[in-house]
């Protein structure tokens, strides 16, 4: 069984960041710049922040943290995220969620400019984006696309089930299934029978969000299976996923591990968006 190993490929997609980080600066006289706006002080979220400023940093791009008290109103929100919006240094805009709970997320997915929103996942962005017109995808599912590219996997006339219909994650990935030419199947918690689409798939992209829901006998022999699912209290506390991993050897074409598989592409794929979103600004 190939294993499709995301931290290959984001290295790779990293050091291809380079040079156009280093062209970006020659001809704008300033880096790729990323602003991440978080609001209260939940540890976790600020720990995410802080990686991606660093991931930022490490590629040559800079990246700001606007951090807001727990406090912060809607309207202060709004003035922030309609200031950046302008703001000729800013590039793209990040908002962390969960915001504490008398904020609105509705609020900031309306308000962030397409042409700022460095995860792809506001309104506007996703109506682009549905459209066939993106600024940018979504980061997860255009991590995961970006890995069937290494890995020369090809869905055109595949047939492929997705599991999972958020907004982050199972619509704008069959929606690039579907862009690949793949022939899509769209499952979910109210799908009577998941297996008997499952099994019947080529390629399989499992978002459920529950913990090793699917293993050997819900694929067909030679699939592949791609985990999208992380959680972190796993057996020993290690990270686990929706996928029995270890039952797809010797039975999957190809599989996607958790850990190291589609997490590490999720954010290499925000600062692929950020150095894409900036090249588009500049070449306006
Ligand atoms: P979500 O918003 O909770 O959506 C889960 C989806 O799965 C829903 O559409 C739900 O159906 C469906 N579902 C739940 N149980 C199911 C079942 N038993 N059978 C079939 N479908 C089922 O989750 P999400 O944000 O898409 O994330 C999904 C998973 O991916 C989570 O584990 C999350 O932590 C992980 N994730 C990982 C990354 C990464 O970078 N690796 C990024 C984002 C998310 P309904 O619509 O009917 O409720």
């Known amino acids: 069984m190939l294993v499709l190993d995301g931290k290959v490929v984001s290295k790779e997609v990293r050091e291809s960041l380079v040079p156009r980080i280093q062209a970006f600066k020659e001809k704008s006289g300033r880096a790729p710049h990323l602003t991440v ?20 940093e490490a590629l040559g791009m800079t990246s700001t943290i606007h951090a807001l ?73 255009a991590g995961i696309m970006t890995i069937l590219k290494h890995y020369k996997i090809n869905v055109e006339g595949m047939r492929t089930v997705v599991v999972g219909r958020s907004n982050i994650v199972g619509k704008p990935m069959a929606h690039m299934l579907m862009e690949a030419n793949a022939t899509v199947t769209l499952c979910h918690s109210k799908t009577k029978n998941l297996s008997e689409y499952t099994r019947q798939a080529d390629l399989v992209v499992v978002a459920a969000g529950r913990p090793h829901l699917l293993g050997k006998e819900d694929f067909k ?30 039975w999957a074409q190809a599989a996607s591990p958790v850990p190291g598989g589609v997490g590490p592409m999720t954010i290499t794929t925000l600062l692929q968006n950020t150095c894409l979103l900036a090249e588009k600004r500049l070449g306006k």
């Open 221 to 250: 022999q030679g699939a592949i299976v791609i985990d999208v699912g992380m959680h972190g209290s796993g057996q020993g506390g290690k990270l686990m996923g929706d996928v029995r991993f270890e039952e797809l050897k010797g």
């Open 37 to 56: 706006v978080i609001v209260g002080e939940d540890k976790a979220s600020h720990v995410y922040v802080r990686n991606k400023k660093t991931a930022c």
């Open 69 to 141: 008290p727990a406090s912060a109103t809607q309207d202060e929100l709004n003035e922030v995220l309609q200031r950046l919006n302008v703001d000729n240094h800013v590039d793209a805009i990040l908002v962390q969620f969960p915001l504490p709970s008398h904020l609105s997320s509705d609020e900031v997915l309306k308000l962030v400019s397409p042409a700022k929103d460095a995860d792809g996942l506001t309104y506007n962005s996703l109506g682009y984006f549905f459209a066939g017109r993106p600024f940018v995808s979504p980061c997860t599912p």
